[in-house]
């Protein structure tokens, strides 16, 4: 979910919450997009703020354009490092912040279109 600010029609991500003087209202974003930009994380961040396992491999992190509204940050899943591609078609799909956790975190996330 996004927001979409009631005076401009500006979309954000994430929603900003509808909490008192709130001036966005909630707006679904599409769920398929291109790799507008990336990089390829490849050490373990700083624990805090990190809370990934500490067994680390490398990920990708996208601006993801989502036609018409906005572009947000997240991972891309599914594909080999190599084969990332500006402009690159995806959809949204999820990913385990530490796979191997019992109860994991999910993680909004962005595969190749059909590699789901």
Do not use: N
Not at 28 to 53: C, D, E, H, M, N
Not at 61 to 89: C, K, Q
């Amino acid at each position: 979910m996004g927001g979409r600010h009631r005076q401009t029609g500006r979309v954000t991500f994430p929603y900003p919450g509808d909490g008192p003087g709130a001036e966005f209202d909630p707006v679904a974003l599409p769920t398929r997009g291109t790799v507008w930009s990336y990089t390829i994380q490849r050490f373990r961040p700083k624990t805090p703020p990190y809370a990934g396992p500490e067994a680390f491999e490398p990920w990708a992190l996208a601006y993801v354009e989502l036609p018409g509204a906005v572009i947000v940050e997240a991972r891309l899943v599914g594909v080999d490092l190599d084969a990332i591609r500006i402009g690159m078609a995806v959809e949204l799909t999820r990913v385990a912040l530490d796979p191997a956790a019992q109860d994991p975190f999910w993680l909004p996330a962005f595969c190749p279109e059909a590699a789901q």
